[in-house]
């Protein structure tokens, strides 16, 4: 069954790297993801500039192009997003991330070359973007001065500018909350913010002067739209009982404005469901209300990957079962502390695929969301076979014991045993456990993992399919015997059959009994069918051909008798079906 799972979830471009995972996933109650690329489309693209006496939108620069290409802001800052920028191009195909290729393509539209600039200004040093400080910086040479490029998020690189480039020339920097406010404002609009900085030095500066008399220019918003399925993935899963938690290092109102868009949390209530990385700091300490904070909220902005960690450790000592969705190296530690580790498959980095449980070829979330579902399935399926499988044999343990001591005819005998267990036992078994599952199991809260496979009210369902397929058979085996002084050969083969045809038709009482004994996912499951036809000819040839007749000891029986045995059969389920209807079990 497990197998299966795996195989129908490779089909829907979701590998199961363990197992186990399979069984896991459908214990799941707390989905922790990124918000870019997998909440979002990743298409990232200029909307939005903003330099200290101005602010243009997409549709301004494109139609002031060559009156806002003047301002010796903007070229600065078009100068350092070309510069401060992995984009290299090497056979047609760019090196850089998705915002790098959005400034690029944004250079091109305001008629720039990145290219002939890259090439003006050879880069000599490179400090990489990293995720705690949140800043990359390049070092480029300018004829014979140097050139220090800087970009991040706009707390980082205010914080790190003494001067700010205005229309007037370059000024003091004294209004860092004015910047703030303007950022909030567009934040809450949903557009990602990336500052950006630079000063010029007549020599290299060393690594403690970097970041010595910068100078601010502006920032850019780049516009991201949420994914179109995302939305109807999170409904199902708040209807499963699992919480999404988004975890992004973006700034928090634009987590929040896309959190709203994709329907993650209430806007009436956005503001008490964020919390920024920097009221994390130290979980390790955390008092009562920080957690109640923690546990109440959806979205955690401006994190930083070490605190992705701490979190997925947080949920698990609150007794969570947590997926962890990632794809950068940074990412690896907590996919692999988590109960589910989940790799994008298209941007995820080797790390990150080795140490995780699943990984998603298309890196859609929409996939976690089957995966989920598929494992829920996987784990009713197996309940529903070993129920099976228990209520069955218990029959035939009860029925053989309780005729050896009354002194009754045996309703089994040993080579009938085995082929029950060969035949009746093994293909509706098999079937049961290769069902789609029920519709609905998206609208079940999660199991707790603590809990058996066999709870106590399926022991019970258990035994009172045993005791009432047990009734029936041990029932005809009196009929024929006391009533009818049937010879003990006959009496055994109606009472071997009967318990066939019992056995067989006891998958469907499998279904819980809120669903229609006509409509669920055993009737509708055309493998059971096809187990059921199956046992039933197997057992029609072994009745035909002498050898197996002999050895299963089957006589002829009439027609009358044959009737007898269709009727007991029979009452099995309509005895097991009232029960359940009563509420007698599940």
């Known amino acids: 069954a497990l197998a299966r799972g795996m195989v129908r979830l490779s089909k829907q471009k979701v590998i199961i790297k363990k197992l186990e995972a399979v069984q896991t996933l459908g214990e799941t109650t707390i989905v922790c993801t990124d918000k870019t690329g997998t909440l979002t489309e990743d298409k990232m693209s200029v909307h939005h500039v903003v330099i200290q006496d101005h602010e243009w939108t997409i549709d301004d620069l494109t139609n002031q192009r060559s009156h806002i290409k003047k301002n010796e802001a903007f070229k600065n800052l078009m100068r350092v997003a070309v510069l ?4 290299n191009l090497t056979e047609g195909v760019s ?3 998705s915002i790098e290729n959005a400034l690029v393509d944004f250079a091109r539209h305001m008629a ?13 040093s490179e400090i990489p973007f990293d995720t705690d400080t ?80 910068l100078i601010f220019i502006g920032c850019v918003g780049f516009l991201d739209p949420p994914r179109q399925d995302v939305s109807d993935a999170i409904r199902t899963y708040k209807n499963a009982g699992i919480k999404v938690v988004m975890i992004t290092g973006d700034h928090p109102d634009t987590a929040r404005k896309i959190a709203e868009e994709v329907g993650l949390i209430p806007k009436d209530d956005s503001r008490n469901s964020v919390v920024r990385g920097s009221e994390l700091k130290d979980l390790k300490h955390k008092t009562k209300e920080l957690e109640n904070t923690i546990l109440n909220a959806t979205v955690f902005a401006r994190m930083v990957p070490s ?14 079962i947590v997926g962890m969705i990632g794809d950068g190296v940074n990412d690896a530690p907590a996919l692999k502390k988590a109960d589910i580790g989940i790799a994008m498959g298209i ?24 995966a989920i579902r598929q494992g829920r399935t996987i784990y009713e399926n197996i309940r529903h076979f070993v129920v099976y499988l228990l209520s069955c044999n218990l029959a035939e343990i009860i029925a053989v014991s309780l005729a050896s001591l009354s ?59 045993g ?10 085996t009196i009929y024929g015997h006391l009533i009818k002084s049937w010879p003990y050969e006959v009496v055994n083969n109606m009472a071997f059959h009967t318990l066939i045809l019992a056995q067989l038709i006891n998958v469907f009482n499998m279904p819980h009994r809120q669903f229609s004994f006509f409509k669920n996912e055993v009737t509708t499951n055309p493998w059971i069918w096809i187990a059921i036809v199956l046992s039933l000819l197997i057992i029609f040839i072994a009745y035909h051909i002498t050898i197996l007749k002999t050895v299963l000891s089957l006589v002829p029986l009439s027609y009358e008798q044959f009737i007898t045995v269709l009727v007991f059969g029979m009452s099995s389920l309509v005895i097991i079906q009232s029960i359940k209807r009563l509420g007698g079990t599940v």
Not at 84 to 87: E, G, H, L, Q, S
């Open 134 to 213: 949140k800043i990359m910086v390049t070092i480029n040479q300018f004829n014979n001065k140097h050139l220090v490029c800087v970009k991040g998020a706009i707390e980082q690189v205010l914080d790190s500018c003494q001067y700010i480039q205005s229309t007037d020339g370059i000024k003091r920097l004294n209004n860092h909350d004015e910047w703030f406010q303007k950022i909030n404002k567009l934040a809450s609009t949903g557009l990602r913010l990336l500052a950006f900085a630079y000063r010029e030095t007549k020599r290299e500066p060393n690594t403690d002067e970097i970041f010595k008399d």
């Open 467 to 476: 005791l009432s397929i047990t009734g029936v058979v041990l029932g005809i």
């Open 347 to 370: 941007r995820g980095t080797q790390a990150t695929k080795e140490v995780s449980d699943v990984i998603l070829i298309d890196d859609k979330f929409t996939s976690t969301e089957l």
């Open 407 to 465: 002194k009754l005819p045996l309703p089994l005998l040993p080579l009938q045993i085995l082929f029950l267990n060969l035949v009746t036992d093994v293909f509706p078994a098999l079937a049961l456990g290769m069902g789609k599952g029920d519709s609905r199991i998206m609208e079940q809260p999660p199991r707790s993992p603590n809990e058996p496979i066999i709870p106590k009210k399926l022991w019970v369902s258990t035994i009172i399919y």
């Open 112 to 124: 720039y070359d990145p290219i002939e600039i890259q090439k003006k200004y050879p880069k000599l």
């Open 84 to 87: 401060c920028n992995n984009f």
């Open 95 to 97: 090196n850089g991330d």
């Open 307 to 320: 605190q992705k960690l701490e979190l997925v450790k947080f949920y698990q000592k609150h007794n969570a």
